[in-house]
């Protein structure tokens, strides 16, 4: 019984915080939307603690003594915005590439012969 007292604190040392900065993370892509509609250049945003909500949220799930919690652990890292943006950008880019730029050509003719 001892041990899943010792669990539950770090699911919830871990989880809690992870949880408010995937949410703040989507708090600032919302905000950057917002001004992108509004019609406003020249703003990026950032990500608080980019790349360190997923992992530790995982690892939250992943010490759960709940079975169902732990068969979820990657969750955290598919809903934390610092990694499913810049995949998303990723892809969109693989896939929209622009066309390959017509190889030069020789202006010249070649002689007779």
Do not use: K
Not at 10 to 17: I, K, N, S
Not at 23 to 28: P, R
Not at 63 to 75: E, G, K, T, Y
């Amino acid at each position: 019984m001892r041990i899943d007292a010792v669990r539950w604190a770090v699911t919830v040392a871990l989880g809690v915080p992870s949880l408010l900065v995937i949410l703040g993370n989507w708090a600032v892509v919302a905000g950057a939307a917002v001004h992108a509609a509004r019609g406003a250049t020249g703003r990026g945003f950032s990500f608080g603690l980019p790349w360190v909500a997923g992992p530790v949220g995982a690892a939250a799930c992943a010490c759960c003594p709940v079975a169902l919690v732990r068969q979820f652990a990657w969750s955290p890292m598919v809903l934390d915005p610092s990694y499913l943006v810049p995949a998303l950008a990723l892809a969109a880019g693989v896939l929209h590439r622009p066309p390959a730029p017509d190889p030069p050509t020789d202006a010249r003719r070649p002689g007779p012969g």
